[in-house]
């Protein structure tokens, strides 16, 4: 009888004798397909720029012998034609692929763009032939041997943030035509995982049951490569990850992650409890007859956890709302699974379904989105609780900013007026022999005959959607008086809030303020508007207090977000200093007129970065001050950003006027302001 399930083995009763069904080991990973002109010839080293598609492991049997590492395959295979069949059921990997920014890739493309785990090694290599290959150094951009298994939570948030500026880098040379694209790796998303493979520039890759060293419940991804980079998950297609575990009596596979698509997936009404449809088609396309999924794989390794109530990663995959196309991955913590059972798929086949149950005493994750979504949906204020006003801007803004306090009985902050900008700015005089480019329409990355990207060392700031690619001494934007379009790519910081903002009353730290909506790294947030004030003024009263003053003039922790060159050699880089350049001090304050930046708190491990924006009206050159997401942002987090801390001439800070710091970081100062 053939493995699996038989095409009518399903009584109407819906019960299932188990042990009826065939069980299957996992299939050992097919051995590379390589032309005969490589098989001799290769040396031992990656004779291309980028290596062969090997950063993460297919789910491994035991190793009983070492054997050598082959050559980088010059064929790739796809997987959709051999083990790792598309789910048929819970729309992983039968849905379109996920391209270039997060946006999805027509199918049609899928077997020019090689996926990661698209090359097969023979699984019988060794532990340590298997680390050679790509331990360059001992240590590797401060990733050493044993931190590249088991990470923190320091070392978790550099990968993703490395990574991300790869990726954004590679974007906007892709925008501007300046990327070779002819390679087989098209994807900037895939070609900056494996730039980072190169340097094995990654953690927690030892495999495991349970919780990941600095992966926190919440947290959120937008490309599956990011959480392979972690160790979170580690299949960039299949929607299971398991391992082979040997115990006394025997060796079986086990579940350490699964990713629910959110598409076939069954919504229970209990957040807790999720119902997963196991992987693999029901319905031959090449027969066109109805088959059953197979108790094999990921499946088998499903039932061996239901069985063993081992704990189970679980991450949620929802509809990215500012992009219909792409998905945005959040953590739900561990669930172990209480119930399975086969049923009739909607194309008539056997399909498996497992119940997962969320562990009891988790934070929220999924749990919160879901809130979010209900807020959003309703027309009234009267679902959500702890609502004051329903916007506190009164229209100046496109979206509503809710005023919320769900923690004492206070009414609302000082009074204040809402200002979009910044009020009665003061020019700068720039050299520079005229304001505004001439560009029709909108401008072009690439194009340097724009005045604004000259003016922008030859790099459009931003990638085609929006987000800024690297820290500037000053970005130039266009501005009114430049004959492109008002939508123009290059008017980020004018364009208004994009997002759905929230003022809320904290616990402990006054006012804050947060997003309903996921904010991903690079992206705008809002500008810190209010009154410019006259520096003489400052200077004369040292004494000024006011609790709403931005000063760029204060000292500010250096931190590191741009790409790092050496992971893209294969590009002549022209990496920016991340030191601003301010022509003169701007101090800004919202005590009177301002906008949501006035209720940004401080912290001294911020998510959110200020950046310095130059653009012209009136002929005039102004500064202003836009702030954007260090990182990706789940909604519902509190907006940080590091207020820094006043200094003396000779450079030295001043203690005198310092506020005690309650930012609760591991890294914190004490102090700030």
């Known amino acids: 009888m053939e493995e699996g399930l038989c095409q009518n083995s399903i009584p109407g009763s819906g019960f299932v004798d188990k042990t009826r069904i065939v069980e299957a080991k996992p299939l050992r990973s097919l051995a590379p397909v390589l032309p005969k002109s490589l098989q001799s010839s ?13 950063l993460f492991d297919e789910p491994q049997e035991s190793q009983p012998s070492p054997a050598p590492m082959p050559a980088p395959l010059r064929s790739y295979r796809n997987p959709l034609d051999e083990e790792e069949a598309p789910h048929g059921s819970n729309g992983e990997t039968s849905s379109p692929m996920e391209g270039l920014n997060g946006n999805s890739v027509d199918n049609s493309q899928k077997r020019a763009v090689p996926p990661m785990h698209s090359c097969k090694y023979s699984q019988k290599r060794s532990k340590k032939t298997k680390e050679s290959q790509f331990d ?20 978790v948030n550099l990968v993703l943030m490395t990574y991300d500026s790869l990726r954004r880098r590679l974007c906007q040379l892709e925008d501007a035509k300046e990327l070779n694209t002819t390679m087989a790796i098209k994807r900037a998303d895939l070609r900056a995982s494996n730039a980072m493979t190169v340097k094995a520039f990654r953690t927690n890759t030892r495999r495991r049951v349970g919780a990941v060293p600095g992966v926190e419940i919440g947290d959120i991804f937008f490309l599956r490569m990011e959480m392979c980079l972690v160790g979170l998950h580690g299949q960039s297609m299949s929607g299971i990850d398991y391992m082979t575990i040997k115990d006394e009596l025997q060796e079986e596979p086990v579940a350490l992650s699964i990713v629910s698509s959110g598409v076939y997936d069954n919504d229970a009404e209990d957040n807790d409890v999720l119902i997963y449809t196991g992987q693999g088609e029901n319905f031959n396309k090449k027969d066109k007859h109805v088959i059953d999924q197979k108790l094999q794989r990921g499946n088998l390794a499903l039932d061996r956890s239901s069985r063993r109530h081992n704990e189970v990663r679980v991450i949620r995959g929802l509809r990215d709302a500012a992009n219909k196309n792409a998905k945005i991955y959040v953590y739900d913590g561990l669930y172990k699974i209480q119930d399975s059972w086969i049923e009739r798929g909607k194309s008539g086949g056997g399909v498996f379904k497992y119940k997962f149950v969320r562990l009891p005493g988790q934070s929220s994750a999924f749990a919160v989105w879901k809130s979010v979504q209900k807020w959003k949906m309703s027309s009234s204020t009267s679902s959500r609780t702890g609502i004051i006003l329903a916007d506190l801007s009164t229209g100046v803004e496109s979206i509503p900013v809710s005023l919320v306090n769900e923690v004492d009985n206070e009414k609302g902050p000082s009074f204040f007026t809402y200002f979009h900008s910044l009020r009665d700015p003061k020019p700068f005089s720039l050299a520079q022999s005229s304001y505004g480019c001439n560009c029709n329409k909108t401008c072009v990355p690439g194009d340097l005959s724009c005045s604004c990207i000259q003016r922008n060392e030859g790099d459009f700031p931003y990638t085609a959607n929006g987000v800024l690619v690297s820290r500037k001494p000053l970005v130039h934007e266009c501005g009114p008086l430049c004959k492109c379009f008002p939508n123009c790519k290059n008017r980020v910081s004018q364009t208004g809030l994009k997002h759905q903002m929230e003022v809320f009353k904290t616990k402990d730290r006054g006012w804050g303020l947060r997003s309903l909506d996921p904010i991903r790294a690079g992206t705008f947030i ?34 590191k977000w741009n790409y790092e060159p050496s992971l893209l050699e294969e590009i002549s880089s022209n990496v920016s200093s991340e030191d601003y350049d301010i022509p003169s001090p701007l101090i800004i304050s919202s005590k009177k007129f301002g906008n949501v930046a006035r209720y940004m708190n401080h912290s001294c491990s911020p998510n959110v970065f200020w950046q310095p924006v130059l653009y012209a009206e009136n002929n005039q050159s102004f500064l202003h001050i836009a702030f954007f997401a260090l990182r990706h942002i789940p909604p519902m987090t509190e907006l940080t950003y590091d207020y820094g801390c006043s200094g003396h001439a000779d450079g030295s800070s001043a203690p005198k006027g310092r506020k005690k710091c309650s930012c609760g970081s591991s890294k914190c100062r004490g102090s700030f302001g």
Do not use: H, M, Q
Request: with cysteine; proline share 6%; charged share 30%.
């Open 136 to 155: 360059l150094s001992p240590s590797v951009g401060g990733i050493s041997v044993a931190t590249r298994e088991d990470g923190d939570r320091e070392l």
């Open 526 to 559: 809002c500008e810190y508007a209010g009154e410019v004030i006259d520096i003489a003024k400052v200077n004369k009263n040292r004494g000024y207090d006011d609790e709403y003053v931005f000063d760029t003039s204060r000292i500010y922790d250096t931190f």
């Open 42 to 54: 290769f040396s031992g080293r990656y004779p291309s720029v980028f290596p062969p598609f090997v």
